[in-house]
C-alpha cells in the first residue's frame, strides 16, 4: 500500500469538473471493410482449400488406403473367351441385295439370338445338368474353393458370392431368376470389327470355370442351330418324299403319250426333215430359173413376129433372131446380084430360126409344169412331216420337264438324307475358350490414384460445406461484415495464459507477435486527446465466458504501463477470476480488502479499494463480492460520467473487465461510462448471432455513445495466415519471421 499511496501522492486529488467527451479514434469510425473485395469467388475457394490442405491430403491419403484395401480384397476376375464364326452367304441364286448386306443381317441376327432370353434358359439348363465332365470342372472349381474356408465370411466370399452365387435355399423361379441374371451380368457378346467372328465371353473368379461357361454357351448356340436346322430338313424331306410318287406318275403319263404317238405317226427323222426342205429350196430355185428362161424365148418369139407383120427387113429380122447363118446369108444376099435361090434360103433360116426358139421355149414351158408338179408332192411331205413333228414338240417338253423334276427331287432327297446325317448350323466354333493366366480386373495399385482423387475431392466438398455452414469468424474484415463494427486488431493465441506469461510477452519480449498485437490494439482504440482532459477509461466484454476477455483486458493495460500510462484494472467479472487472481498472486503486494462496490457506494476511498502491482505498473480493483449485486450497483450511480471522470483525474488508463453479455445487462449500462468499448471474439469460437445480438444491446441509440471496436483473441497465427486474410495477423506473422 505504501508503494500506491506513494504514486498518488504525485497525483492530488482535485475537484472533478465536467469535460468535453474526446473524440474516438477515427479507426473505430471508418466504413466497414468487404471481404469480397480482396478475392474472386475462385480465389476465395483456393484460399479455403489451401487452408485445410492437411486435411485434404489426409482425405486423400484415405481413400488411397481404402481403394487399394478394397482391390486386394476383392478376388481377381478372369475372362475366357470363345470365338464363332459365321458362314458367308450363297451364291447359287440371283439376290436383290448385297452380299455384304446379306452378312451384316445375319450376323445381327445371330448376335441378337446368343442375347435372347430363351438361349440364356438353355445355357443355364446345360450349365447346371450333372455330365461327368461338367461335374468334375465344378468339383475343380469347389475344390479351390474349400482350399480357402475363411473365403466365404469375408468380403472377397460375398464379392464372390454376388458373381456366381448360390441359390440353395430360394425358390426354383427365384433361383433361375437369380442365374439368369448373373450371366446376363458377366457375359459379353460381340461382333470382332467388319468380319464373321463373333466373341463370346465370360468373366468368372475361377479362370477354369470362365472357360468352361464361355464354351457351354457357343456350344449351346450351335447345338440348338443344328438341331433347329436338322428338324427343318427332316421336314423337308418328307414333303420331298411325299411328292416323288405323284411326279413319277406324271412322268409315266406323259411317257406313255409319247410313245403312243410315235408308234400312230412314224418316226420323224430329223435328217429326213432335214432333206425334204433343202430339196424344197433347190426345186424352187430350179423352177424360177426355167420361168424365167420361158419368160425369155416367149418375149423374142413374140418380137420376131411383129416384126413380120410390120415388114421389117431381113437383116432387122437376122439382128432380132442372132442367128449367125442367117446373118451370113444376108450378108451374101446384099453383095450379089438378086438370086431367089438365096432369097428362098434366107426366108427358110427366119421360118427355122422362128422355130428353133418356138421349140426352146416349148422346153422351158414343159420343164416349168414338171417342176411345179414335183414341188407339190415336196410341199405335201414337208406339210405331213411339219405335223407330225408339231406333236412330238408338244409332248416331248412335258416329258423333259417332269423328267428334270423328278431328278431335282432324288438330288434333293439325297442332299437333304446328307444334311440330316451332318447337320450344320450355319455358325461353327474356329476357337474354345480356354482357362485364361491373366485378369482381367485392374491391379490394386491402379486403384489407388482414383480412390485417392475421390477422396479428395469429397475432402474438399466437405471442407466448402464446412465454410459454408460455418457461424463463426476469422478475418477481421470477415467480422466487420459479419456484425457490423469495426475490428481494431487481434491478439494471438499463448500456449498457456498466466499472468507470468503475459508479463514477459508484453514488457520482457516486446518484440514478439503478442506484444506487439496488444500494443497495436492499444493504440487503435485510444480516443483522439481532447483540451481538457488526458485519460480514457475502455469497456473490454464478450459475449460468453472463454472468448479471451480478460486476457485481452490485461494484455491492453500491460501495454498501456509500456507507454509509461497510471493504469487502473478494476474487475467487475465475478465469474472469470482464475487469470485475474494469478495476476493477484503474482505481482500484488497485498490482498484486496475492498472492492469496487465499496468504493461506488462511498463505504472507502480510492486509496483504499485499490491495490498496488509495482512489478507491472497497474493499480487493480477488485470485483464486488456476490452479495453485492453489481446490477444494482450500476444503477443506483446517479451520474456515471461523473464517476468515470473522478478515476480520469487519478489514472491515465482505466480498464474496465466487464462480465459477459450473456450473463445480464450490466456491459450495456457499462458502455455509458467508457469512452471506448472492446468487444473480444473468440477466433474460429464465438457464433456470428451470438456476438451480433450482444454488440446491438453495446450500442445504444445516439452521436455520443461509446464506440465499439472488436479484437479477435486466440488467433491461430499460422493458421490464420493460410487464409490470406490480409489483415494484421498476416503482419504479424510476417514480423515474427
Known sequence: MEGSIARRTKLPRTTEMRVEVREPNPRMRRPLRDPREDLTPFGQLLVTLAARKWFLVAMAVLGGAVAGLAGFAKPALYEATTQIIVDGPTRSAPQPTSGQDMLDTSIDNHLTMLASQSHLRRVIDAIYKPTPDRQANLNGAAAQNAASPAKSKSFAGAFLAGIWPDHADMTPEGREAARLKALRRYVRVGQELRSRVITIGFTDPDPVRAAFVANTFAQVYVQDLARTAQAADRLELESVVAALPGVQSDLAQATDRLEKYRLSHGTVDQGAVDNAVRDTADLNQQLS??????????????????LQRSGATSATLASAIGSPTLSDLIARQGGAAADADLNVAVKREIEQSIERI??????YRAQVSALEARKNVLDAVVADTAGRLSGLHALEPAVTILTQRYNDLLNRQQDLRNRIAVPSAGVSIISAAWPPSNPKSLSPIFLIPPGMVVFGLIGG????LKSRMSRTMRGEAETEAALGFPAVGLLPRTSRASAKRLQTLTLSQKNSAYGRAALSLLINVAPEPAPGRSSQMMLVTSSDKGDGKTELAWSLALSATRLGSNVLFIDLDPQDKQL??????????SKPHKSFADYVKGRCELDEAVVSMPGIGIDFM?????SDDLLKLLVDVDV???????LGAVYNLVILNGPPGLHGPESRLLSSWADAVIFAVQWAKTP????????ESLQPNGSRSAPVGIALTGVNLKQHAKYHFGDSGDLLLFGKR
Open 461 to 464: 466438398v466437405l471442407v466448402l
Open 688 to 695: 456470428r448471432s451470438v456476438a451480433r445480438g450482444i454488440l
Open 358 to 363: 418356138k421349140s426352146e421355149a416349148d422346153i
Open 580 to 589: 485475474t487472481n494469478d495476476f493477484v498472486r503474482e505481482f500484488s503486494i
Open 622 to 626: 477488485a470485483a464486488p463480492i456476490v
Open 640 to 646: 456515471p460520467r461523473h464517476f468515470a471522470d473522478k
Open 289 to 306: 430359173l426355167s420361168r424365167a428362161n420361158l419368160s425369155t424365148a416367149e418375149a423374142r418369139v413374140q418380137h420376131i413376129q411383129e
